[in-house]
């Protein structure tokens, strides 16, 4: 009998880790009594984790007002502990999974494209419904589909074969996932978010945000849920899911309007429109973070 797919994931040595940095910010995160220094000098310690953080602290995304963040303790004084930690989680991410094609048949681009277009879409509706998320709405969004990665890099052709599937059948690749591979990226980037001691938040919205119900997080779970959705109503999405749905009929948008959530706010016809350039957001976001980093001011 074939060996169960997550199984031989759980057990591939070759799966990569974070960065020990990247660890220790978010253990120190945890902690009641965490300084600013405290922070400043773990990320320190990896100058080229640094210099992006910093890099990403400067761009428009992050920036608050004219003056130049030249300095992490600086950077933390002026966006605050939580968003310095979201953009080092990010970043560390981003580094370790890739944001390029390896070349060949890939989805690589097509799926970094998805989830930055997703945590930019989740900014937008967390400010109209006034969530005040602080940052997790972007790193949710951001990391929402990490187990397709691990499909990618691992099971290759499986992978393209269940893309395929989906897009012949017009379903959901979960659903193609399931009968290609027995298991699902929600699954698998539920194990990865665990095993990496990521935010219980983003294992969450990983093995959720198709069933936001069953979430332990079910605001921020819902939120990503349904920036996914408009996510691939904009084109930005790297399955056959179906974009066509009616955003008052999700289970996302009930449980955040029994939550207490204006949700009236969100008209799709109108959100469509706001989010009309969110393809270059998108370029312009992969495009910080792919470069290679520059040192100067990341010490200090």
Known sequence: MERPILEIIKNIEEIPTLPMVAMEVMTLSKSPDVSIKAISECIHRDPPLAAKVLKLANSAFY???????????????????????????????????????????????????????????????????????????????????IGKIIFDEFFHEKFMEAHALSIQRKCSMFEAEKEVLGTTHMEVGHFIAQKWGLPPYIADINLYHHQPGNAKFKDITSLISIANLLAKAKELSCGGDSVSFVLKDQEAWHILRKMGYSMDVLDIERITFEIEDIGEEVKTYLSAVSEEPVAEGANG
Do not use: P, Y
Request: hydrophobic share 40%; aromatic share 4%; glycine share 10%.
């Open 63 to 145: 920036r608050r007002g004219t003056q130049e963040i030249d300095t992490l303790h600086r950077a933390i004084l002026m966006m605050g502990l939580n968003e310095i930690i979201n953009i080092t989680t990010s970043v560390s991410v981003l580094s370790v999974l890739g944001t390029r094609d390896k070349g060949g048949e890939s989805l690589r681009i097509k799926f970094w494209d998805h989830c930055v277009a997703t945590g930019l879409i989740a900014r937008h509706v967390d400010k109209k419904i006034r969530m005040k998320a602080q940052g997790r709405e972007f790193v949710g969004g951001l990391l929402h589909d």
